[in-house]
């Protein structure tokens, strides 16, 4: 079936083809037409699921994992300072080893309020130990949804999905949704290897002591790299199987490029038509998408940025201190390689609070990153007013 | 315009972006007389909002405005009134803000007593996220998040915040804006935890969705469930069944102010410290 959908209404469905059995949710802009369309759905009975609306983020993402340890497939979805909120059961999902999956509508953080996109939200909850996913478009949501269950339900990790505010949640496109009884071909019912169960017994969340704790932690990191092969699997599954895939990162007119734009979400989209502009006026750009954050694709990035001249980072995100958070993913990842192989990387900070980076914006960081002198960390500011 | 409005409004900040025939409106200017009355003025002022169509308020209202976070606005304002006893601090918040995600902070300032006026505007959804249901949606109720109505029991506003200890609390309603300046004013002139619950409209997110959609319609209805407290004295269970009692409808000026008694306790532990020294 085919369908115009917003990239929420997109991920909503990408629940329901999943067959998520327990929604917990609260409402937040520029979310909350997830969780009304989820709620449509189980209205009219198009998914068998319990939907609860909740009384806060903290509440909602406690409701996921109550149900998910109680052995139902569950679903969320968030943003901004709701997400924030959910920070302290993000990690308790995670080291609760339990596969929650959560869509997260990229919105700028407070104050000043706004209800308009950058990264700064989801990037805050890098290091809980949760998967993430960054989307291009509504199809892409909408099939990450349905590849985040099996890469999480395979690790036993939550996986965060992430999508642009209004660029995509509010933005229709046409979509293909598969059949529920398609997508459990792909996706089969979610089997937990321990769950609350009466017959087999299991405590989840003890006190622990120093002899254990670290070897727990040890344990999400070895799922973690698992899961790199995990998703790719998954991907690669789901294109076999329903023509459509995407990658763990995504190179684009990079075979002879001497200069790659990395960009992440709906950047990347401007970034393609962009790129096709400058290779008509004769530039040496390609472009370099990273969809999976974490678990970070070091191998895939190494090889691919390798003996370029020069990297920009597009950065809709600012780690305040430090500079923009996937430049930093990608200085770490290229600094083990040999010095001659090494591209000079630069962080180009755009688009914060929904500011638009328009194919001009992007045309002119891949102008500047060819004229710049030597790289010295130093992030730039892209269209800032006096 | 009455020139006490444009004293306490940021002009240059209007027109606001409450929906046509909002009774945020009718509230905002109720809360304007009421500080007149009691002659505050706006450098004693501090107004503190969370998240919701009434969390825009601070931006109109010129004093000392905080617009924080969802639901913790209670926790915020006790910061203030803590740092600066001797300012005035009002809270202005909705039904979803101040008992869903804010209810535990509800709670407990109602049991601190804290010398702070909360105003929760009660029309019974969330507003501003498109229509989900609240705490405060009746039962049955269709909302966003209820296509077939809604199953959870709704809280009694006034009735949870005397239950935790609020020594002023009162309810009113939109359409007697005298009555509800006056509750107001008994608020703030209140010496301890003062909570008024406005019954107020949303006719674009619960009225629309309960074949209420005019905005005098929902205000009628509104106006209709009401009862004064007198009134309400001579009437029995069944008459009252349905009913919103308004009116004030608890007050307790015994109970110590949480500020006082903190300085009581400094003031008793340096005696103590000085009695020491002396011996």
Redesign the interface.
Known sequence: MQKVLTGNEAAAWGAMCAQAQVISAYPITPQTTIIEELANLVANGMLDARFIKVESEHSAMAGCIGAQAAGARTFTATSSQGLALMHELLHWAALGRLPVVMADVNRAMAPGWSIWTDQNDSLAQRDTGWLHYYCESNQEVLDTVIQSYKVAETVDLPVMLVLDAFFLSHTYEAVHIPSQDETAKYLPPYKPSIYLDVKDPHAFGGIVQQDVYMEFRYKMQVAMNEALEVAEKADDDFREMFGRGYGLIEPYRLDDADYVLVTSGTVASTARVTVDDLREKGHSVGMLKIRMLRPFPFEKVRQILSGRKRVAVLDRNICVGMGGIFTQEIRNAMYHIPEDKRPSIYGYIVGLGGRDVSPEVIASIAEDVQKRAVADGEQVWIGLKE | MHASYTKYLRMNRIPHMWCPGCGIGIIVKAMIRAFEAVDWSSDDLSLISG?GCTSRAPGYLDMHTL?T???RALSFATGVKFARPDKHVVVISGDGDAT??G?NHLIHACRRNIDITLIIVNNYI?G???G??S?TTPVGAKA?????GNVDIPFNVTELAKGAGATYVARGHIASGVQLERLIRGGLNHNGFAVIEVLSNCHTQFGRRNRLADPIDLIDSISKSTVNIRQAAKMNKEELDGKNVVGLLHRDEDRMEYCEAYEQIIERAQNAQKNRGRR
């Open positions: 998240i617009h976070t969802h639901g869903a995600i209810g969330y501003m996220t498109g989900q249901y705490p966003a998040t209820t296509p077939w």
